[in-house]
């Protein structure tokens, strides 16, 4: 017997994330019939619906009123209406509001039927060339500068493929800051995917700074971070003095050269220090 009482369907709803023939036909009819869609923002959703002449009434569902909406949506389902949530773009609650909902239907046992569409972060992955025999999928990075190194110093030790969102403001800071801290990394940049000026590139972090900074970006980006190579067992002498060349001409200090490379080498601050100090002469 099914743990759901006669009530409406939320539908969570993928929707194109550019180029607008990117939506299933399922996802049509589901917009078609359903009673209301939720939508992060009315402007963007009408774009869409007014495309394919859909004429279902639409509601608004953002991280401002999310609380108070979600009540209110859970309220209609209990009253047998079954709407659709969309975001702007992609697939719903990927970086996006509608935890909270999702989380009030399953407690008011409403059916929840995920409908398939694009994601932006799925679309550039796929296109690296990288591992992704398993990978970490990390929202956005932190606006914070010190915490986003933070962030990207865990990833040292990440043999896992990596991906992130991006602003277009941001995209250059953050990739100076992976090379700083990651060294010789090749990422993967997904931009306007599935638009007109779609982009993926995939090198070398230190050549796709160079890349934007002779072209100014623009639009939403996607940031995937090939895996670091498996940790050898036996120190490797010429790497680390490569490393320490590296960082000394990034005017790194000692004390911050050996907390870089502890985490690389997978050896104590301590030791990396003493390494230094027999093998470098002039930091």
């Known amino acids: 017997m099914s743990d759901y009482v006669e009530q409406g369907v939320l539908y969570i709803c993928g929707t194109p994330i550019g180029n607008l023939e990117d939506i299933t036909l399922r996802a049509l009819r589901i917009l078609k019939e359903v009673d209301f869609i939720a939508c992060e923002d ?5 774009k869409l619906i007014n495309h394919y002449q859909i004429s279902t009434k639409l509601i608004s569902y953002h991280e401002h009123n999310e609380h108070k909406r ?41 059916k929840i039927i995920p409908i398939s569409g694009p994601s932006a972060f799925l679309l550039s992955i796929i296109s690296s060339g990288f591992d992704l025999s398993s990978f970490v999928y ?34 250059i800071e953050t990739l100076k800051d992976i090379q700083h801290i990651l060294g010789k990394r090749k990422v993967c940049i997904g931009r306007e995917i599935t638009k007109k000026f779609e982009e993926f590139i995939t090198k070398d972090v230190e050549e796709i700074i160079h890349h934007f900074q002779l072209n100014t970006p623009k639009g939403e980006f996607c940031l995937v971070i090939q895996g670091a190579e498996d940790i050898k067992e036996i120190f490797d002498p010429n790497k680390f003095e490569e490393r320490v060349n590296d ?16 985490l690389e080498f997978n050896l104590s601050s301590k030791e990396i220090y003493s390494k230094l100090i027999q093998k470098v002469d002039n930091l």
Do not use: M
């Open 247 to 262: 960082l000394n001409l990034k005017n790194y200090t000692k004390k911050e050269i050996s907390k870089t490379l502890a």
């Open 138 to 171: 990390n929202g956005f990075f932190s606006r914070e500068k010190n915490k986003r190194k933070i962030e990207i110093s865990l990833l040292l030790k990440e043999k896992k493929t990596s991906v992130y969102y991006e602003s277009p403001h941001r995209i």
């Open 70 to 110: 979600a009540e209110e949506i859970i309220h209609l389902l209990l009253n047998n209406k079954n709407i659709a949530l969309v975001s702007d773009a992609g697939t719903p609650l990927i970086s996006d509001p509608g935890n909270i909902l999702i989380q009030k239907a399953i407690e008011n046992k409403i």
């Open 42 to 46: 009315t402007r963007q959703t009408i």
